[in-house]
């Protein structure tokens, strides 16, 4: 597929507006889940980190499964995965008012849903870093803020279809509003050349009338040759059952019977596709050779390597008070009448706005976005330090908002990983870093509640998770010292499309 460069604007503002309301959508049930968090504790009586895995595998079943996720999207397109994944996102929902107990909704919940939600986020990230460039933090911005406006709006929404529907009543509602999935993905138009022809096909691509032809050693095609004649011999046996005795006694008069240049012919075209089909594997077993190689080669460089543990660290501690805020706030004997407002309300909003405010600064020349998103990670360290000290609503919110604000760096880590790999490779190293986020979202609830369950209080399991996003954060920062790259340069030089960042350079 050959690709237009990017027109960073037209139809491009038809995909960001789409893919806005497709994570809307997609996102607000199972970012939100905290809601549902507390009719499950009520309605299954398990513990709460046996209860957190719902949630938790969600949010992160669909990043573990990122690098299949990328493999779907650039084998099919952005637009048939995302229709695909609607279909995914509301059956899961649905299937999860029907839930007799949690382990039932692990699988419609958890795995289909957070698969489906995995799909889509890969279709929309990619085909929007394919329609801009130098508003790509913008469009990222934009796009990444429909989850926060889910989280926002779904919050109170399914708090409210809970009082009037029951549980039960409110996943099969928020399942149908899923299906508008399908209306949005189909307006994800792919950007090709139209007036570039066409990459012309290899033989191994296409098998013509005529099989292409691999030249082998002559020995090789006579002893093909010599178990075509025994295979044709016993072809004519088995079509002819009841005459297969009469048929053995006269093969010799039939073989001799036929067309000479007809005999060769097909034993020709035999080994060709014997030969064809030994050269398609190789060329296949080259290929899987090739992703590995490239893996391989993206780890060589320090940025990239702190930056997937910097994700999982950063998942692993930052993403429970999304999902637990509000069990933190019943653990603390808050009074639901000092509600203002749902503490997760406030970090979908609040995210909103950090996602458009981080999304914005990136794209100044003069700010290094390696240095914002490590900044972005020692203060949701800090900010989680604070949790045991919160008791009342006031502190919590606070803490709610500073918390979301700060979670909007996910506007701009596909940016971080663009300039450090290049968009050519994009979305294979953002398909590996999905994976280690996915993996510290499914870890990070399920340890904070075992944390509780443990200890019958949450202040131990929030010094946890802020050690882990302090450590992924100093360790990002330090393999962006100055001093490494300058190592990097006198020692040997990066392979083509790959790079890490400058510290002293504008990112």
Not at 9 to 17: A, L, N, Q, R, T
Not at 63 to 81: N, Q
Not at 182 to 191: I, V
Request: contains cysteine; hydrophobic residues 45%; charged residues 15%.
């Amino acid at each position: 597929m050959v690709f237009r460069k990017p027109p960073d604007g037209g139809w491009g503002w038809v995909i960001v507006i789409v893919s806005f309301f497709t994570q809307f959508l997609c996102y607000g049930s199972p970012l939100a889940v905290g809601v549902l968090y507390l009719e499950w504790l009520d309605a299954f009586g398990e513990g709460k980190g046996k209860t957190a895995w719902v949630g938790s595998l969600a949010n992160g079943i669909g990043l573990l499964a990122s690098p299949v996720c990328s493999v779907c999207v650039s084998s099919f397109g952005a637009r048939p995965v995302a229709i695909f994944s609607g279909f995914m996102v509301a059956g899961g929902l649905m299937m999860s008012s029907f839930a007799p107990n949690i382990y039932f909704l692990y699988v419609s919940y958890g795995i289909v849903v957070g698969l489906g939600c995995g799909l889509l986020y890969t279709a929309t990230v990619t085909i929007t870093c394919q329609y801009f460039d130098k508003r790509r933090g913008l469009a990222l911005g934009l796009i990444s803020t429909g989850s926060s406006v889910g989280l926002f709006i779904y919050a109170a929404l399914q708090r409210e279809l809970i009082e009037l529907y029951g549980l039960d009543g409110c996943l099969l509602i928020v399942g149908a509003l899923s299906l508008n999935i399908l209306a949005c993905g189909s307006l994800m138009r792919p950007l090709e050349s139209s007036s570039s022809p066409p990459p012309e096909k290899t033989c191994v691509d296409i098998v013509p009338d005529q099989y292409f032809v691999y030249h082998e050693k002559e020995k090789t095609v006579e002893e093909n040759i010599s178990i075509l004649e025994k295979g044709y011999i016993d072809e004519k046996c088995v079509n002819n059952v009841p005459d297969c005795k009469q048929d053995g006694i006269l093969n010799k008069n039939i073989l001799s019977s036929i067309n000479i240049n007809e005999k060769d012919t097909y034993k020709k075209k035999v080994v060709e596709q014997t030969n064809f089909c030994k050269q398609l594997a190789k060329r296949k077993w080259q290929l899987y050779l090739t992703y590995w190689k490239e893996t391989m080669v993206l780890f060589k460089n320090k940025v990239f390597s702190a930056l997937f543990v910097a994700i999982l660290l950063f998942d692993i501690g930052g993403f429970p008070p999304s999902l637990l805020m509000e069990d933190v706030a019943r653990s603390a004997n808050i009074s639901e009448d000092d509600y203002y407002m749902p503490l997760i309300s406030i970090i979908g909003i609040m995210t909103t706005v950090g996602k458009l405010v981080l999304g914005i600064l990136a794209d100044f020349k003069w700010v290094n976005t390696l240095y914002l998103y490590v900044t972005t990670l020692i203060m949701t360290g800090v900010a989680l330090f604070a949790i045991p000290f919160a008791k009342s609503y006031l502190t919590l919110a606070m803490l709610s908002g500073i918390l979301g604000f700060l979670t909007g760096n996910w506007s701009i880590f596909p940016y971080v990983t663009t300039k450090t790999v290049g968009i050519e490779k994009l979305t294979h190293a953002y398909g590996i870093l999905m994976f280690f986020a996915g993996l510290g979202n499914s870890l990070g609830p399920p340890i904070v509640g075992w944390f509780y369950d443990w200890t019958q209080e949450y202040d131990t399991a929030f010094y946890f998770s802020g050690f882990c996003v302090l450590l992924g954060g100093f360790l990002l920062l330090l393999a962006a010292l100055p001093c490494w790259n300058a190592c990097a340069n006198q020692s040997s030089k990066l392979p083509p499309n790959t790079y890490s960042y400058k510290v002293a350079s504008n990112a």
